[in-house]
């Protein structure tokens, strides 16, 4: 029994939900999300309450269920308040700075770094703090990962770009004598 799975999800008011064949559908104040879903979970909606269960009892539907009720629930979740991940560029000479539908990066190579934001993602950049935003968590999340693994964290003096509230183990160098 999955204990996530088991869980009722609440839709807020403002917030529908659509079921087609696999494919779930969700719209809210923010935006529309959708994903098809494997009809071995059955979805069900009564009212603004939304539960999964598994049609047969095997070891694909005891894994799907759980995943599928966190997907849903950030669907939800994503559609009335935008997920938001920040990254704190440190370094000396690092610069981001958002133009039209692309970021540039200043990462310390000898060329600026270019990379397009995906459609459905906001991208702000003031000094050293880039923040990426949007109504999809996985979108979101595997954008800002995809900027920080340009430029890793380093151990020795911590420059490059990492996550708002991710701590750096910092390595000791070199000892004179």
């Known amino acids: 029994m999955s204990r996530i799975g088991k869980q009722i999800i609440t839709l807020p008011p403002k917030t529908e939900i659509n079921l087609s064949g696999s494919t779930v559908s969700i719209k809210g104040p923010g935006g529309e999300l959708s994903k098809i879903f494997d009809p071995i979970i059955v979805v069900k909606v009564e009212g603004n309450l939304v539960t999964l269960h598994p049609k047969r009892e095997t070891l694909e539907s005891r894994a799907l ?3 599928y009720a966190s997907h849903l629930k950030n669907m939800v979740e994503g559609v009335n308040k935008p997920f938001e991940k920040k990254l704190i560029l440190e370094g000396i ?3 981001s700075e958002v133009k039209g539908d692309s970021i540039q990066l200043a990462l310390g190579f000898s060329h600026p770094v270019i990379v397009a934001i995906p459609a459905g ?5 003031e000094k050293n703090l880039i923040t990426v935003s949007g109504i999809n968590k996985e979108a979101v999340g595997q954008f800002a990962a995809s900027l920080r693994a340009l430029k890793k964290p380093e151990p020795y003096k911590g420059k490059g770009m990492r996550y708002d509230g991710e701590v750096i183990k910092r390595k000791q160098g070199k000892k004179s004598a």
Request: charged share 20%; hydrophobic share 45%.
């Open 65 to 67: 269920w759980g995943t």
């Open 93 to 95: 000479g690092f610069k």
């Open 121 to 125: 993602i906001k991208v702000t950049a």
